[in-house]
């Protein structure tokens, strides 16, 4: 049993799966030097390369103990920008004000809202 996921264009061409799936591009973000202890999302692949990968993933808590991960977002961030106590330095970017990098997230609730064009 075969599957064809061919899909007509207009044209009368048939287009591949792969050109048929929607694309979600991002607005270009200008590279920024970041601090040389910041991981990476290409570090962060080679480190996880030496673990099994059924080990499940958890971030430390807040006031301690570990929460788990529950998923990852592209979220564009302004750094530096905030200095209250228990806030992070860096935030969300609008959508309306570029962002001054793009950052992987690691979200540990399973309703955290995410940005992600």
């Given amino acids: 049993m075969s599957i064809d996921l061919g899909i007509d264009s207009p044209s009368g061409h048939r287009a591949s799966p792969r050109k048929a799936r929607a694309k979600i591009t991002s607005k270009p973000v200008e590279p920024c030097l970041l601090p040389s202890e910041v991981l990476t999302a290409g570090r962060l692949i080679a480190l996880l390369e030496d673990y099994d990968p059924e080990a499940p993933v958890v971030i430390e808590g807040q006031y301690g103990g570990f929460e788990w991960v529950r998923r990852t977002s592209r979220v564009p961030l302004r750094l530096n920008v905030n200095s209250l106590e228990g806030f992070g330095p860096h935030d969300r970017a609008d959508r309306a ?13 399973p309703a955290t809202a995410v940005f992600e064009e």
């Fill in 97 to 109: 004000k570029a962002a001054d990098a793009m950052a992987v997230a690691i979200l540990v609730q």
